[in-house]
């Protein structure tokens, strides 16, 4: 049959972007067509390079402030070195989102979405019901900080506040604009980039070598969850050998994210749980004139409950993970969230 004008034809790309894979767990994902032997070392390799390049570039741009600023560093001193060193510090790991986002994009050649849920997208009631969750076990755990620091520990009770009003307003309007980045690009970093470039290493069952016992363990949310729950605590004890606590507060905050990341399918119940938590620790940090923390890994990695290098951390830290996930396993279930992606997916 002859028409005028004749169809179109259909255009097919090689170079277009790897759906989701079918009825996989959140850690698979990364696991596409377009998935070969190579793609995790050289994400890693081209991670490496853009994180050093962005380091170099922070420096530059706080050296160039400093010396914009004065020598007129005392700590009680209000000037603008004082907050653009607060906003650097969380820029340094908000920063990640781009990066992060790029190396799924272009990198591994598949759709953004996939690194936040098994739907393909970011699910923002989910993000929202999960965000609302955790204010309750934040709240908990800082109305049981003070009696148990005067029990257990009285100095880490601060005997008073300093910094001043002006400081104070201008670093909330800091931590209220740049915390959600930031929490954000370190979730999509640990418990999103990290947790699929290790679960994507096992073969499935129907490749080459997936029947094997090594490739049934390498596929299986173990190693991911491990992975991805643990490597910032490793790097902050290698980093602080004395932070005994804070690197096992660390570890279990982590792997009680990263569970969670694979048990809802998805980055929400991470996300929301450290924004909270940052923006309280962030506070208070501000509000105890202990901005300098900020940026070094006391606060930022994971948003860590009060009493931060005593065993108080890590008790504070096992309740608001316990409740925080009992809670969210219960709400996940009651309203069907999804736990893996769709058998055939096609999005556009």
Same mark, same amino acid.
């Given at each position: ?186 979730? $999509?970093?640990?418990? !999103? *980039?990290?947790?699929?470039? &290790?679960?994507?290493?096992?073969? /499935?069952? +129907?490749? #080459? ?10 596929r299986s949310p173990g190693p991911a969850v491990l992975a991805s729950g643990t490597l910032f605590a490793v790097l902050y004890l290698a980093m602080h050998p004395g932070e005994v606590w804070t690197a096992a507060a660390l570890a279990a905050m982590g792997l009680g994210m990263a569970w969670l990341t694979w048990r809802t399918g998805g980055l929400e119940a991470a ?46 830290? $096992?309740?608001?993970? !316990? *409740?925080?996930?009992?809670? &969210?396993?219960?709400?996940?279930? /009651?309203? +069907?969230? #999804? ?10």
């Amino acid at each position: 049959m002859w028409a005028w004008p004749p169809p179109r034809p259909v255009r097919t790309s090689e170079f277009a972007c790897a759906e989701l894979p079918g009825g996989e767990s959140y850690h698979r994902l990364g696991r596409t067509s377009r998935f070969r032997w190579w793609s995790t070392p050289l994400t890693l390799a081209v991670f490496a390079v853009l994180v050093f390049f962005l380091w170099m570039a922070i420096i530059l741009a706080v050296t160039i402030v400093a010396i914009i600023g004065g020598s007129g560093l005392a700590p009680d001193s209000v000037t603008l070195s004082t907050i653009a060193e607060l906003a650097f510090g969380l820029l340094s790991s908000a920063l990640f989102l781009p990066i992060v986002l790029f190396l799924v994009r272009v990198v591994q050649w598949r759709r953004i979405g996939s690194l936040m849920s098994v739907e393909g997208r970011l699910r923002w009631g989910w993000l929202a019901r999960c965000t609302v969750v955790a204010i309750v076990p934040v709240a908990l755990c800082a109305a049981l900080f003070l009696p148990l620091a005067k029990l257990l520990q009285p100095g880490l009770v601060p005997s008073e506040a300093t910094g001043g009003t002006e400081v104070f307003a201008a670093a909330m309007t800091v931590i209220v604009l740049l915390v959600p980045f930031q929490s954000a690009a370190e979730e $999509l970093t640990m418990r !999103g *980039l990290l947790m699929q470039l &290790v679960g994507a290493v096992g073969a /499935r069952s +129907g490749e #080459r070598g997936g029947g094997s016992a090594v490739s049934r363990v390498l596929r299986s949310p173990g190693p991911a969850v491990l992975a991805s729950g643990t490597l910032f605590a490793v790097l902050y004890l290698a980093m602080h050998p004395g932070e005994v606590w804070t690197a096992a507060a660390l570890a279990a905050m982590g792997l009680g994210m990263a569970w969670l990341t694979w048990r809802t399918g998805g980055l929400e119940a991470a996300i929301g749980l450290h924004v909270v938590n940052s923006l309280v620790q962030f506070t208070l940090c501000v509000f105890e004139g202990r901005m300098e923390q900020i940026g070094t890994g006391l606060v930022v990695g994971s948003g860590l409950p009060l009493g931060a290098g005593s065993p108080l951390v890590l008790l504070l830290t $096992l309740v608001q993970v !316990g *409740l925080y996930t009992l809670a &969210v396993v219960w709400l996940a279930d /009651r309203r +069907g969230v #999804r736990r893996r992606s769709a058998e055939a997916t096609a999005l556009r």
